[in-house]
């Protein structure tokens, strides 16, 4: 006979799974067991539990204590359990009333002396916790802040499994309520004055903020490749609150927030080093896969510095989450999805000697093309926008002349995005690069004598058909920064210059 039955959460990917604990204590020799599906950690957990119990005071009972999980078809793993189990026991074997966790998500792990520690994912297992009509939670206290962004659901926290049955019982112990939600400290981004020179770039990364393309630049070291790169999430606009929640979501998920900043509302910014493997960029691990650095870049800008020294098969991995916008990740436990709608940006030299203008390399021709080979034909094929950096040759003219701030071209960015957000509203799409081409080509048609280049690029097959598309998205851009309705011929060569220029 089951005698209690708590809640807690399970995680697949970034959604929650509500979680069924129930406790029944007799019917065999003394031992702990854990069904449904446990990992090595979920297993550990009678042991933990039952440390901690003993250490606050209470007995664990000289009996057969069997704890069922259910769905059991669903794999289940992490120490984020404890809590829940040790509540169901306490609550089969009568030491605290039942009554007080009826529609109560559990949550947190358990020191063998009694405390709570935080776990990862709070944020998204208490919104599948709501969304299951849950309405009530019992968290950590660490992870109150993170707790408190959702809404219509009553969050509590505590320090130590001791508070919580001392609340069960009724006494004079109140657990936390999470504060008022405390903004994140801004983020000092880097401005563009910073940029020496480089006309072409910089109105390379203002197009790609104001349409959310992806952006290849390359050219000789010491031009100013990286400084243009760092600068893109400073030209972005801050996420909105359901683009927050979901980008926190992820950083949840892979323990990467902080108590200080329980909420991303910028842009975030990814870029690892050129020895990553696939999993650290595209996802990855044992039983479920966790998100990578795609994920962790969703709505924000995912940026591979010295890109040609990256693994080929790194590169390739990202192809269809360019073209998709999400990751779907099969490992043995199941299959998961992870968001993953970030600009790219790629940073390369043209060869390995890298020496500041072209006429000074030694590579034979041979071993120019083997290293930008590596940026194969189909991933440079999902890139919107090519840019050759040319080398500074008048430092101080470029410094006399007053380059524009970020603040200045961030606000034409987001006019920009304004004009295509209106334009797109009713399907679904935030910016240009989002729109599917199909629909350029049919609802959003332009006139023929308006794309006959592109048309001519065509079929001479100087561009692909999903090149044709992309050079579609970036005209829209252009015409949004001109303030014009449409894009006209004009924006179309520009658009197609962007793709056609070489990068060696």
Same mark, same amino acid.
């Given at each position: ?117 935080? +776990? ?17 939670? +019992? ?124 909420? +991303? ?14 999993? &650290? ?7 479920? &896969? ?122 034409? +960015?987001?006019?920009?995005? &304004? ?86």
């Amino acid at each position: 006979m089951v005698l209690a039955r708590v809640w807690s959460v399970a995680l697949a990917g970034v959604d929650g799974v509500p979680v069924e604990i129930e406790a029944d204590i007799g019917g065999g020799r003394p031992r702990t067991q854990i069904v449904g599906l446990p990992d090595a950690a979920l297993n550990e957990a009678k042991d933990r539990v039952r440390a901690a119990i003993r250490n606050s005071g209470l007995e664990w009972p000289d009996q057969l204590v069997t704890f069922a999980l259910s769905p059991a078809a669903l794999p289940k793993g992490g120490s984020g359990y404890d809590l829940a189990l040790s509540v169901a026991m306490l609550v089969a074997d009568h030491k605290i009333p039942g009554d007080a966790f009826a529609d109560t998500a559990l949550l947190g792990e358990l020191a063998l002396d009694g405390r709570l520690r935080a +776990v990862k994912g709070v944020l998204p297992c208490l919104l599948a916790a709501r969304r299951a009509g849950l309405r009530r939670a +019992v968290v950590p206290t660490p992870a109150l802040p993170e707790a408190s962004l959702v809404s219509d659901l009553e969050v509590l926290g505590a320090d130590t499994l001791t508070e919580v049955v001392a609340w069960a019982r009724g006494e004079q112990v109140e657990l936390r309520h999470p504060g008022p939600l405390v903004a994140s400290p801004p983020i000092d981004q880097p401005d563009l004055t910073d940029v020496v020179g480089q006309p072409e770039g910089r109105w390379a990364l203002e197009v790609a903020a104001a349409g959310g393309h992806h952006v290849l630049l390359a050219g000789p070291p010491g031009t100013g490749k990286t400084m243009l790169a760092r600068r893109l999430p400073g030209l972005l606009p801050v996420l909105s609150s359901d683009q927050a929640l979901e980008v926190t979501a992820i950083h949840s998920v892979a323990g990467s927030l902080t108590a200080d900043s329980p909420l +991303v509302t910028a842009p975030p910014f990814f870029a690892p080093h050129h020895t990553a493997s696939i999993a &650290a960029l595209v996802g990855g691990g044992l039983g479920i &896969a966790k998100p990578g650095g795609i994920s962790k870049a969703h709505f924000g800008v995912l940026f591979l510095d010295e890109a040609a020294e990256f693994a080929s098969d790194r590169l390739e991995a990202l192809r269809t989450a360019l073209e998709e916008g999400e990751i779907r990740l099969a490992r043995r436990d199941g299959i998961v999805v992870y968001p993953a709608r970030f600009q790219l940006v790629l940073a390369t030299n043209l060869c390995p000697c890298a020496p500041p203008r072209d006429l000074d390399c030694v590579c034979p021709p041979q071993v120019r093309r083997r290293y930008i080979s590596r940026l194969s034909g189909p991933l440079l094929d999902r890139v919107d926008i090519r840019v050759r950096m040319r080398p500074v040759t008048a430092m101080s003219l470029s410094l006399d002349s007053a380059p524009e701030d970020t603040a200045t071209v961030r606000a034409r +960015v987001g006019e920009a995005r &304004a004009r295509a957000g209106r334009r797109w509203a009713a399907h679904g799409w935030r910016t240009n690069a989002e729109v599917p081409g199909p629909d350029l080509r049919r609802e959003f048609a332009l006139p023929k004598d308006v794309t006959a280049l592109l048309d001519r690029s065509l079929s001479t097959g100087a561009i692909t058909a999903r090149g044709a598309d992309r050079c579609l998205r970036v005209s829209w851009t252009l015409a949004d920064l001109a303030g014009a309705a449409e894009p006209s011929r004009d924006h179309v060569v520009a658009a197609l210059n962007f793709r056609e220029r070489k990068v060696a």
